[in-house]
């Protein structure tokens, strides 16, 4: 059985980040999202409701699991017996970050292997950081998440005025 981690902040999940779970979903047998909790980027979501809103926007999908973890990813990856690590790509400028990881991930664990999947054309320009930041300014986000994370973005915003939200990616 062919399993992937996928992890990231998702802070929050946006149309990128569901295209890549749903296209690793019918490579892979069963992928488990990995939510990362301590995050140094402060992120505007608890974990908790990170894993929440990640988990309503996949329950259609019967392989995806969804799992907070701390630490180094590689030892989420083997506690999860995973074979692989996926990450989406969205344009160059991506690409040096990933190799990073990856390379660092295999020198620290030589078993754990990366495979990177092109994003969607669509949402290439797309990121969590982004979304917020036009929340922020009360612009419209429904072209990039889904209409259930609109509505919690806006709310977790307007409960926060005056604090900006990290950027990440
Ligand atoms: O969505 P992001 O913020 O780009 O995801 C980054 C993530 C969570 C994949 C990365 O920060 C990570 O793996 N963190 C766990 C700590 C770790 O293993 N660091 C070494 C990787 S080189």
Redesign the pocket.
């Known amino acids: 059985m062919a399993v992937a981690v996928y ?4 802070d929050p999940v946006t149309l990128g980040h569901q295209d890549i779970i749903e296209r690793s979903s019918r490579i892979m047998d069963k992928v488990i999202v ?1 939510v ?1 909790k301590n ?1 140094s ?1 402060s992120p505007l979501f608890s974990v908790e409701e990170r894993v929440n809103m990640l988990k309503s926007v996949t329950g259609h999908l019967s392989n995806i699991e969804i799992q907070a ?1 701390d ?4 030892d989420f990856v083997r506690q999860c017996h995973a074979d692989v690590i996926v ?1 989406g790509l969205r344009a160059i400028t991506d690409f040096e ?1 990933e190799l ?2 990856s390379q ?2 295999r020198v620290i664990a030589s078993e754990v292997d990366t495979i990177f999947l092109t994003t969607n054309l669509k949402y290439s320009y797309l990121s ?1 950081s982004i979304v917020k930041e036009i929340a922020m300014y009360h612009g419209d986000i429904r072209a990039f998440v889904h209409p259930e994370i609109a509505v919690k973005v806006q709310e977790k915003v307007e409960s926060r005025t005056g604090k900006m939200p990290s950027r ?2």
């Open positions: 992890p990231g902040s998702f990995g990362l995050n980027k973890f630490g180094l990813l590689v990450r970050y990073q990881m660092t991930n969590s990440e990616q």
